[in-house]
């Protein structure tokens, strides 16, 4: 693990744009995981509030379902993150990356 890594941010802006802190994020026990749910966690890690390993014991998570969070965020914000439509959102992907 990096050094810099212990230094945590006590804030970080969640993905409505409002500030984000420790106490703001999901409670640990969240069984019904909605959208917003999953875009402020990803906010969390990606500002530095949390760290990857700390989202995979504090909320009961595999690595690869949270890595499939923050892939759907970056391709295609809070919506990528919505299961129903999540197949026309990897299409939508997969068409950008073959044709440009």
């Known amino acids: 693990m990096i050094e810099n890594q212990k230094i945590r941010a006590a804030q970080v802006i969640g993905p409505l744009g409002e500030p984000l802190g420790m106490d703001d994020l999901p409670p640990r026990d969240t069984k019904r995981w909605v959208i917003r749910r999953k875009a402020e966690v990803v906010a969390a890690v990606n500002g530095g509030l949390l760290t990857i390993d700390d989202v995979i014991e504090r909320y009961h998570l595999s690595l690869e379902e949270f890595n ?33």
Do not use: I, K, P
């Open 68 to 100: 499939s969070w923050q892939r759907a965020v970056d391709r295609s914000g809070m919506q990528g993150l919505r299961v129903t439509r999540t197949q026309h959102y990897r299409d939508l992907y997969e068409r950008r990356l073959r044709y440009g």
